[in-house]
């Protein structure tokens, strides 16, 4: 239950593309993390145009540090207007600040993958074009649930395919009704 973490990449990349983005920049902030690659990969043939990958192993444990690293690809590269962060605190404490110190006058669009309070707040105002939703409540609920009404009746569910959760997209015009049950846990 869920969906291929490339499937999920390959829409974000439809999205910057879908924006009209030129050259995009996909943050790994975890090295060995197979799945985060694969969101890359899947953004790469999305987009199918301009791309770079910068990896920030670990970004979380300094976060100050993995700012400035991603800040210096920004300005190493100006054609770079669109960066892809694979996790909401990652957008937020890192991502956000390095886009606003490489490019403090001009745009960068800035996607993500995943919800948080902060995030909430930065696509309200702006700071982050959107996020791509896999609503991982689901992913632990409708395994419970599918293996009930297997017990109960001898249901299948999926039919040995996946039974996707997304890929969807939380921007402006939908982040008003989410945020409630961000706010909650739920989402």
Known sequence: MGQPESAAGSAAG??????????????????????????CAGARSGFGGSYSELVVDNAKANVSASSAVVA??????????????LDADVTTEIVEPAVIAARAN???????FDLN?????DIKSGKVAWTVD???YL??????????????GLFEMGAEDVIKTGPSFDDKSNIDRISQYVRQGIR
Do not use: M, W
């Open 139 to 152: 992913y632990g609920y409708l395994p419970i649930f599918a293996l009930k009404l297997y017990k109960q």
């Open 117 to 121: 309070v902060a995030l909430i707040d």
């Open 14 to 39: 439809q999205r910057f593309r879908a924006d009209d983005a030129r050259h995009l920049l996909c943050v790994i902030h975890e090295a060995t993390n197979t799945a985060l690659r694969d969101r």
């Open 72 to 85: 210096a690809k920004l300005r190493a590269d100006s054609t770079i207007d669109a960066v892809l962060s």
């Open 106 to 112: 001009s745009h960068t669009e800035i996607g993500s």
């Open 134 to 136: 896999q609503q991982e």
